[in-house]
């Protein structure tokens, strides 16, 4: 099934993002590129914030967010009650965060996993269903308020 993938970083994960970008399109998938569109340095949460917004507004259907760490991306996106962003550096993580958490934005740390292993997660947390269950009740209670 072709989803709609939103995509973003900073210029740490721009080289990842822009291989990404072409692995999701070579699945069929629509992908909506939040940027950055280069080296350049650039501040992620001007990259974070929209495409958090269209996850939540339910424009697109995931989101995958690419920087050095993946930290400051995943802190950022998760400041919105509806996003579950997970910081993965293992295939076995994402599954995981799908599985478990229910998680609808993978955040990759380029500086940390090779290209393949980020084709991987990728790969893996989008074919991955969110299990449901003794699980939904865990997500249900994760919202601040």
């Given at each position: 099934m072709?989803?709609?993938?939103?995509?973003?970083?900073?210029?740490?994960?721009?080289?990842?993002?822009?291989?990404?970008?072409?692995?999701?399109?070579?699945?069929?998938?629509?992908?909506?590129?939040?940027?950055?569109?280069?080296?350049?340095?650039?501040?992620?949460?001007?990259?974070?914030?929209?495409?958090?917004?269209?996850?939540?507004?339910?424009?697109?259907?995931?989101?995958?967010?690419?920087?050095?760490?993946?930290?400051g991306?995943?802190?950022?996106?998760?400041?919105?009650?509806?996003?579950r962003?997970?910081?993965?550096?293992?295939?076995?993580?994402?599954?995981?965060?799908?599985?478990?958490?229910?998680?609808?934005?993978?955040?990759?740390?380029?500086?940390f996993?090779?290209?393949?292993?980020?084709?991987?997660?990728?790969t893996?947390?989008?074919?991955?269903?969110?299990?449901?269950?003794?699980?939904?009740?865990?997500?249900?209670?994760?919202?601040?308020?």
């Amino acid at each position: 099934m072709a989803l709609k993938i939103a995509i973003g970083g900073d210029h740490a994960g721009f080289t990842y993002k822009r291989m990404l970008t072409e692995v999701l399109k070579s699945l069929g998938h629509e992908v909506l590129d939040f940027g950055p569109d280069s080296e350049a340095s650039v501040d992620y949460p001007d990259h974070v914030h929209p495409l958090a917004k269209a996850v939540v507004n339910k424009d697109a259907d995931f989101g995958v967010l690419i920087c050095g760490s993946g930290n400051g991306v995943a802190i950022t996106a998760n400041k919105y009650q509806d996003i579950r962003a997970a910081l993965c550096w293992t295939p076995e993580l994402a599954k995981l965060a799908r599985e478990h958490n229910d998680a609808n934005v993978l955040c990759i740390p380029a500086r940390f996993v090779s290209e393949d292993v980020a084709k991987e997660m990728l790969t893996t947390f989008l074919k991955t269903d969110f299990e449901g269950g003794r699980h939904q009740n865990r997500v249900n209670k994760i919202a601040a308020c």
